[in-house]
Nanobody, 117 residues
């Protein structure tokens, strides 16, 4: 059974920092591209950051220079470090995995991030 379990969300003031972590089980982690998406109230789910199997990264323009994604294949985790948080970063953050050989994707349950002004 595939599971992506997120942790690290919470309430923070604008300008603060949070680190989200996602641990994956049931997949060959090193063969999966990993990512973080967020869903703000009333908005569509959007890609925040992704990291490929070999470490290549992609960021949404709105978070470039503030967020950093990393992965640890040995621990089967992908982290999202979020600095200089803004109220518009508020939303539910979802961990995402895409198997480069299976072509299957998986989602976590999500973790709430709330940034107060």
């Amino acid at each position: 059974q595939v599971k992506l379990v997120e942790s690290g969300g919470g309430l923070v003031q604008a300008g603060g920092s949070l680190r989200l972590s996602c641990r994956a089980t049931g997949i060959i982690f090193s063969l999966n591209n990993m990512g973080w998406y967020r869903e703000a109230p009333g908005k569509q789910r959007e890609l925040v950051a992704s990291i490929e199997t070999l470490g290549g990264t992609t960021y949404a323009d709105s978070v470039k220079g503030r967020f950093a994604i990393s992965r640890d294949n040995a621990k089967r985790t992908v982290d999202l470090r979020m600095n200089s948080l803004k109220p518009e970063d508020t939303g539910v953050y979802f961990c995402y995995a895409y198997g480069t050989t299976t072509r299957r994707d998986y989602w976590g349950q999500g973790t709430q991030v709330t940034v107060s002004s």
